[in-house]
């Protein structure tokens, strides 16, 4: 049974930095395609396909951003720990979300980037960004 569980989230002000972490069982974070997808208050109970995509990254560690987060934002694995995180910097206000992981249970290379193409989610992690 695969579980993934997210953690790290927070309240910090406009500028300031949070990491997030999805350690998972059941499931190798090496193995498949994986991403962040973020939840935003005023869309909560709007469901899975509302989900905002923030990064992707495949088996080979290749990544994809959306535009507001490049450069800002930086996802990785860690193999030894089978764990998926999310550094976030320079965090704005906007960014205030439900941030959720995510993993494709067979795709590897060519990873989709909209949720309704992931099979595994995580419960979410709240970040609350102040101006």
């Known amino acids: 049974q695969v579980h993934l569980v997210e953690s790290g989230g927070g309240s910090v002000e406009a500028g300031g930095s949070l990491r997030l972490s999805c350690a998972a069982s059941?499931?190798?974070?090496?193995?498949?395609?994986m991403g962040w997808f973020r939840q935003s208050q005023r869309d909560e109970g709007e469901g899975l396909a509302i989900?905002?995509?923030?990064?992707?990254?495949?088996?080979?560690?290749?990544?994809r951003y959306s535009d507001s987060m490049m450069g800002r934002f930086t996802i990785s694995k860690d193999n030894a720990t089978n764990t998926l995180h999310l550094q976030m910097d320079s965090l704005k206000p906007e960014d205030t979300a439900v941030y959720y992981c995510?993993?494709?249970?067979?795709?590897?290379?060519?990873?989709?980037?909209?949720?309704?193409?992931?099979?595994?989610w995580g419960q979410g992690t709240q970040v609350t960004v102040s101006s």
């Open positions: 995510a993993g494709h249970y067979f795709e590897f290379r060519n990873c989709p980037a909209g949720p309704m193409e992931y099979h595994y």
């Open positions: 989900r905002e995509g923030v990064a992707i990254i495949d088996r080979d560690g290749r990544t």
């Open positions: 059941g499931y190798a974070v090496n193995n498949y395609c």
